[in-house]
């Protein structure tokens, strides 16, 4: 399967500032998905990532706040603008092969904003 | 939207003894998959095991056994001989459309020596 890498894998940013993470894919997949986990919490998925299209964002993320890019089959980013400290979080980005089949994820970026 | 619940928030286990993961799904869908996923202390989502809603036999994979009960809405994770790098956070989850997964609340495993 598709080896992914997240970049940075951690990171502590202050109040007010943005960050944007990088998901590559060392090759291309169909299907690719932002994550949020907050501290002690489940996964909450925040957007898929469509290739050449806008992303689709769930209930409660918005576009103004975590814009999102995938400019082509291999690699997304993820910009959490104007960070306070309740987006200190895990951000996981996934990729799945198709509907219904399992996903495989990114090792994380762990944010701490202050 | 499906809903999973994970009633066990943390489980105990002695080493080398079997341990059982519950986790129930609710769905309207006549279509849909149940997995299993693993995280360690260092963050990362591992897949450990996957289960299709028409899949007539438990799934396994190596010590990981899914033990489906359709009617009960039921897909516990067992996890055989428990091993010291066994400890970590479970999770279930569930497809849903175009793919995207809905995620139970996690049950933190403690594997005891």
């Known amino acids: 399967s598709a080896v992914i890498s997240q970049k940075p894998s951690r990171d502590i940013c202050q109040r007010g500032t943005s960050l944007t993470i990088q998901c590559q894919v060392d090759?291309?997949?169909?299907?690719m998905f932002w994550y949020r986990q907050q501290p002690g919490q489940s996964l909450t998925l925040i957007a898929t990532?469509?290739?050449?299209?806008?992303?689709?964002?769930e209930s409660g993320f918005v576009i103004d706040k975590f814009p999102i890019s995938r400019p082509n089959l291999t690699f997304s980013t993820l910009t959490v603008s104007n960070m306070s400290p309740e987006d200190s979080s895990i951000y996981l980005c996934?990729?799945?092969?198709?509907?219904?089949?399992?996903?495989?994820f990114g090792p994380g970026t762990r944010l701490t904003v202050l | 939207a499906q809903k999973i619940t994970q009633t066990q928030p943390g489980m105990f286990v002695q080493e080398k003894e079997a341990v059982t993961l519950d986790c129930t799904y609710d769905?309207?869908?006549?279509?849909?998959?149940l997995f299993w996923y693993k995280q360690p202390s260092s963050g990362e989502m591992i897949f450990l095991i996957y289960?299709?809603?028409?899949?007539?036999q438990n799934a396994t994979e190596g010590r990981y056994s899914l033990n489906f009960q359709k009617a009960r809405k039921s897909a516990n994770l067992v996890i055989s001989a428990s091993q010291l790098g066994d400890s970590a956070m479970y999770f279930c989850?569930?497809?849903?459309?175009?793919?995207?997964?809905?995620f139970g609340d996690g049950t933190t495993l403690t594997v005891k020596p």
């Open positions: 989850a569930s497809d849903e459309d175009a793919g995207k997964s809905t």
């Open positions: 769905t309207s869908d006549p279509s849909y998959g």
């Open positions: 090759s291309q997949v169909t299907m």
């Open positions: 990532a469509n290739q050449g299209s806008e992303a689709t964002y």
């Open positions: 996934s990729w799945a092969s198709g509907i219904g089949l399992e996903q495989f």
């Open positions: 289960q299709g809603s028409y899949d007539q």
